[in-house]
């Protein structure tokens, strides 16, 4: 089994920062890739991005290209998604996952699954 813990949400006003945590745990060594998705209330769990295990290979989603960061500390087994240039659309619980594909882009890839945390963008 495996644990992903997210921290790292909250309120912030658009065009701020955010940097997401998420503590991988367990037997980790079964995981290939591990991605950030997000769900806004009344829509499905979309893909954000994606990183190897190995922490190389960032992955992302069109629209966060060029404001949001996926990275890796193989030393703690945590991921990180720097978030900049925050918009009100970008409102949504964010999850971290851990899956045996890369790039996976679909939830149904994943294995595991963080608790998530929500992040609120106000205009």
């Known amino acids: 089994q495996v644990q992903l813990v997210e921290s790292g949400g909250g309120l912030v006003q658009a065009g701020g920062s955010l940097r997401l945590s998420c503590a991988a745990s367990?037997?980790?060594?079964?995981?290939?890739?591990l991605g950030w998705f997000r769900q806004a209330p009344g829509n499905e769990r979309e893909f954000v991005a994606a990183?190897?295990?190995?922490?190389?290979?960032?992955y992302y989603a069109d629209f966060v290209k060029g404001r949001f960061t996926i990275s890796k500390d193989n030393a703690a087994n945590t991921v990180y998604l720097q978030m900049n240039a925050l918009k009100p659309e970008d409102t949504a619980v964010y999850y971290c996952?851990?899956?045996?594909?890369?790039?996976?882009?679909?939830?149904?890839?994943?294995?595991?699954w963080g608790q998530g945390t929500q992040v609120t963008v106000s205009s």
């Open positions: 996952a851990g899956g045996g594909f890369f790039p996976a882009v679909l939830p149904a890839h994943y294995d595991y």
């Open positions: 367990g037997r980790t060594v079964s995981l290939y890739g």
């Open positions: 990183i190897k295990v190995s922490g190389t290979a960032p």
